[in-house]
């Protein structure tokens, strides 16, 4: 439906519209299933049972220039053998799109290359965390498997490596405000929370918490939530951390990528400044939101 509403529209400006498709290869990316983007019961690109005739109908619609086909199996992935599998099936997919006389251009190919978020940071007083991903793949190796395999097809390589690029060069800093001891746990309520970041109540990721100033005061476990009206306002849940009271400040870890970009103003929560840090200077790049602002 998406290529004839193009198609239609291109016709009534009298211009060539440039498309690529996406397809949808079903391959399982290993990554939480709310960031999987490339199996069968997910919402996004053409199931591979209808690729062909979407290129054969699309490559017959009036003011259409079919020049690539696109692919993202999922986001945070950790191995690359998910990637080989997308490889090999775009590979065979171009060599029959290519039967039918359309010239392909461009394969992009997606991203989701992953990063490490746990443990980014050691020290004696700073616990370590079990991690269950035993080996990150580096950007490097997930590109060269990539190129490998694509190279003889004579095309333009697009990636999209976005989070492999920017996710640990951020982090959110935030205050304790106060601590509360419930029956059943230690809450350590901060200035900041879901609104700031989103991850951790969107699919429960997790962010290391590191206090910025770090002291031999052995570990308590707590849960480190914000003050916003929801339960799942949390940065952190069971999370084992030196003792922390009201005025401390900590660093939340690997905020680089869908940080910012994922807050909001909900609860008329004001986003944080934005300081730039470039070696020993500092330069404010987004000033504090304003009260006002939220009435703009």
């Not at 601590?179 to 609104?195: S, Y």
């Amino acid at each position: 439906q998406e290529i004839k509403v193009i198609s239609e529209i291109a016709h009534k400006l009298g211009v060539i519209a440039r498309i690529s498709i996406r397809v949808n290869p079903d391959i399982d990316a290993k990554t939480h299933p709310y960031i999987t983007t490339g199996m069968k019961e997910n919402k996004f690109g053409i199931d591979s049972k209808d690729i062909m005739d979407v290129f054969k109908t699309a490559n017959e619609l009036p003011n259409i220039d079919l020049i690539g086909i696109h692919s993202h199996i999922g986001s945070q992935i950790t191995e690359v053998n998910p990637y080989i599998e997308a490889v090999k099936y775009l590979g065979d997919l171009i060599e029959k799109v290519e039967k039918l006389g359309i010239n392909i251009r461009y394969i992009n190919f997606g991203g989701g290359f992953g990063v490490q978020y746990k443990n980014i940071l050691t020290h004696r007083y700073i616990p370590t965390e079990d991690d269950e991903t035993t080996r990150y793949s580096p950007l490097g190796e997930h590109v060269e498997s990539v190129l490998k395999m694509l190279s003889s097809y004579n095309k333009k390589l697009v990636i999209e490596p976005g989070r492999s690029l920017v996710a640990n060069a951020g982090i959110l800093v935030g205050k304790v405000l106060y601590t509360k001891q419930g029956e059943l746990k230690k809450f350590i309520i901060t200035d900041t929370g879901m609104n700031d970041l989103m991850r951790p109540c969107l699919y429960q990721a997790y962010h290391q918490v590191v206090p910025t100033a770090l002291k031999d005061t052995g570990f308590e476990t707590v849960d480190i939530v914000g003050p916003v009206c929801e339960t799942s306002d949390f940065l952190a849940t069971k999370r084992s951390i030196q003792v922390m009271n009201r005025g401390d400040r900590f660093a939340v870890l690997t905020t680089g990528a869908y940080g910012y970009s994922l807050s909001s103003n909900y609860n008329a929560r004001l986003r944080p400044a934005e300081v730039l840090v470039d070696g020993d200077k500092h330069y404010l790049i987004r000033e504090r939101e304003k009260v006002e602002e939220l009435h703009i």
